[in-house]
T-cell receptor, first 115, second 115 residues
């Protein structure tokens, strides 16, 4: 089983719909991240969380929200999806040891298409 | 502010030839530097990192990278390319000061190894 699991892996939705992408991890890490990948733009940080009570905005947080339900779970929501949110979304984790040097562990990605 | 530049969107190399994927960075103070690889329909996988010490860092799958402080570069290299090395490669950086700053990724370079 994967250490960092994302659901759903693929989702097609319509403009205006609410969408939630879920991430769970069995690595015991305290830090979790959501990134968005677009062709030619690389990875952009949406939100990150260093523990259950700590949520931080990344460089492209507008239009997104997150919830850290437990140490092992970090969900990303699009309250009203729009077509330019079509992208590949990645969850990642790290702990204080690996985070001190920045090493991240990634899920397999969630491909979202907004029509 | 931290930033990473990968000047080449695409690198083509013949199998058996040496390969180089370029990366330059900008941070305050000393950097932590990383290379990640992404195979089709997969998440990012850690390849190698520079923290301190020897400027030549060896990583997974025969890859290595050379840290050059004066040129603020961290180019990825492999002496003999394999077709299976074809993938998307990301360079990432964070400063050693600034505590909990997340990694910043480059836009990625697609490596194509031709048999």
């Amino acid at each position: 089983d994967a250490d960092v699991t994302q659901t759903p892996r693929n989702r097609i939705t319509k403009t205006g719909k609410r969408i939630m992408l879920e991430c769970s991890q069995t690595k015991g890490h305290d830090r979790m991240y959501w990134y968005r990948q677009d062709p030619g733009l690389g990875l952009q940080l949406i939100y990150y969380s260093f523990d259950v009570k700590d949520i931080n905005k990344g460089e492209i947080s507008d239009g997104y929200s997150v919830s850290r339900q437990a140490q092992a779970k970090f969900s990303l929501s699009l309250e009203s999806a729009i077509p330019n949110q079509t992208a590949l979304y990645f969850c990642a984790t790290s702990d204080q040891g690996t985070a001190n040097t920045g090493e991240l562990f990634f899920g397999e990605g969630s491909r979202l298409t907004v029509l | 502010a931290q930033s990473v530049a990968q000047p080449e969107d695409q690198v083509n190399v013949a199998e058996g030839n040496p390969l180089t994927v370029k990366c330059t960075y900008s941070v305050s103070g000393n950097p932590y530097l990383f290379w990640y690889v992404q195979y089709p329909n997969r998440g990012l996988q850690f390849l190698l990192k520079y923290i301190t010490g020897d400027n030549l860092v060896k990583g997974s799958y025969g890859f290595e990278a050379e840290f050059n402080k004066s040129q603020t570069s961290f180019h990825l290299k492999k002496p003999s390319a394999l077709v299976s090395d074809s993938a998307l490669y990301f360079c990432a950086v964070r400063g050693q000061i600034g505590g909990n700053t997340p990694l910043v990724f480059g836009k990625g370079t697609r490596l194509s190894v031709i048999a």
